[in-house]
């Protein structure tokens, strides 16, 4: 990348799940940096489009509204499930627990306790918890490091 610090490096973009497509879609590429891009007054687009101008006379941008709201997804997911909308109006606490959604952790991270594993693995389960989890101090079970992504 000619001018990384212009990119959110870290992030790609992609569309949120829907009716299509449960995991959403990864396109794999990063997003604009737009706070960066502002402080020369857009310098890198004005060059881009001055430069496509010698051989266009018009200019479709598909997916415009990616230059307002995108779906940003975290470096280390494959799909687009975990994504979330950048820039974005933000949820406070007592809005959720309004609601009744009190645990937030249930809402951003995997919910795995010890009965479903039982449910699903039978007689492996312990062995499952022990390989691939860590049981927290209120008994829920996370991800050891090495498997708390998608990769």
Excluded at 30 to 57: C, G, I, N, S, V
Aim: aromatic residues 18%.
């Amino acid at each position: 990348w000619l001018y990384p610090n212009l990119f959110r490096m870290d992030v790609s973009t992609g569309a949120p799940p829907d009716m299509f497509d449960a995991n959403g879609q990864n396109w794999g590429f990063p997003t604009y940096a737009w706070e960066e891009m502002a402080k020369d007054d857009y310098t890198w687009w004005r060059a881009r489009l001055t430069h496509m101008a010698q051989y266009f006379h018009a200019y479709r941008i598909d997916h415009i509204l990616g230059f307002f709201r995108i779906w940003e997804i975290p470096g280390d997911c494959v799909t687009a499930a975990l994504g979330y909308f950048r820039p974005s109006n933000p949820i406070f606490a007592h809005e959720l627990e309004e609601h009744g959604l009190w645990d937030r952790d249930r809402l951003v991270k995997p919910y795995v306790q010890h009965h479903i594993l039982e449910e699903l693995f039978g007689d492996l389960a312990t062995e499952v918890a022990c390989k691939y989890f860590h049981e927290r101090h209120d008994g829920q079970l996370e991800f050891r490091e090495q498997f708390a992504s998608e990769r």
